[in-house]
């Protein structure tokens, strides 16, 4: 399999996924039912990530029957055995959850698509699409000008430019109905819950607390001070990632403690993104340039800030529909939202990105901030 482009266009090269196809272990939960690997995966796509890929049938029989199949755990990368629906799942709904699912029938979050194999048709594959394997098995990266022939030449854009390096939080905290929810936040403390934890998310329609110039270029550093990865898609601009790096969560305070080393994007983020993982326990440092778009028609300033208001948000449409969103005034950005999840006494430990991070429900169904529980060396 070769990812080519994602939702922003093409990668800056082709990209080989599990290659050789490898067969993955699986992780399981306190049943022994198999959740998905967060460690290991062909490809892994959050909620509005997009990716062109090429897979090469060639060597497989006609009349095959292929599932496209998804093991990822949701809410990623911790998972709820609530929210895994396949076939033949058991009863949850002494637990609040759903029945289980008939065949047949959904829900069903693990099979998404079948592929049926057919002799081929028609002329043979172009030549290219031979060069584009080679080159995406061999390492895409270290075959610069040639691959710089076959696909667009894409910018680099260069931190040493920005104007401004910003530093905001993704947060969870409770709303007046008890119910977990996401915000976004600066690393400026608002306010302080009774317990005495900082709070940094703001709700949305609080000002945009972050103003923009047209065609400068910014460097964000984003906080995820929250137990679930979240895709964050950005309204008007693209965007580049720069790394990701873990911090101390319990100890933040608005100024980070960083317990490792930054890592660069995978191999199929490189180039421009419009929607970026940002794993819990990380800093995800993004660099964008606000290019606003020159239109042929009168677009009337925002009443309240009298500039122009543009939206990032997480894009699980829960957390985006309950304050995971910000807005930002360009000439404007600002906030974001979470997954309720109410097992009960529950622990659940993932590994993520060389991290191991755990987490415990509380029996008033309350969940508790994830801890980053330890780092795989
Ligand atoms: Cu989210």
Known sequence: MIQIGNEAGFTPFPVALNNPPTKFSVQFDANGNPIGSTL???????????????????????????????????????????????????????????????????????TLMQFQVVNGRGAADPAAMNLLETLAVNGGATIGNLVNSLSPKLEKLEARKAVQVRDLTLNETFDDAGRLIQMLGTNKVPSTAPDGTLQFGLPYDADPTDVVRRGTTEVWRIFNTTGD?????????????????????????????????????????????????????????????????????????????????????????????????????CDAVKRFTKTVCQRTNEKATRQLGGLLFSRENSSNGRQSPPKLSGEIL
């Open 229 to 329: 990865t979240h895709p964050m898609h950005f309204h008007l601009v693209n965007l580049q990632v720069l790394s990701r790096q873990p911090f101390n969560v319990a100890g933040y305070d608005g100024v980070p403690e960083f317990t490792g080393p930054a890592r660069l994007p995978d191999l199929n983020e490189l180039g421009w993104k419009e929607t970026v993982r940002m794993n819990p326990g990380e800093c995800t440092t993004i660099i964008m340039r606000f290019d606003v778009p020159n239109i042929p028609y009168h677009v009337p300033v925002s009443p309240r800030t009298g500039g122009y208001e543009y939206v990032w948000h997480c894009h699980i449409l829960e957390h985006e529909e309950h304050d995971n969103d910000a807005t930002v005034d």
């Open 40 to 110: 290991k995966y062909n490809l892994l796509l959050a909620p509005a990530e997009r990716a062109d890929i090429i897979i090469d049938f060639s060597n497989v029989p006609a009349g095959s029957k292929l599932i496209l199949y998804n093991d990822a755990p949701a809410p990623f990368p911790v998972g709820d055995p609530l929210l895994d629906y396949f076939t033949g799942d058991p009863d949850q709904t002494l637990f609040g959850g759903a029945p289980s699912t008939e065949p047949g029938f959904g829900p069903n979050t693990r």
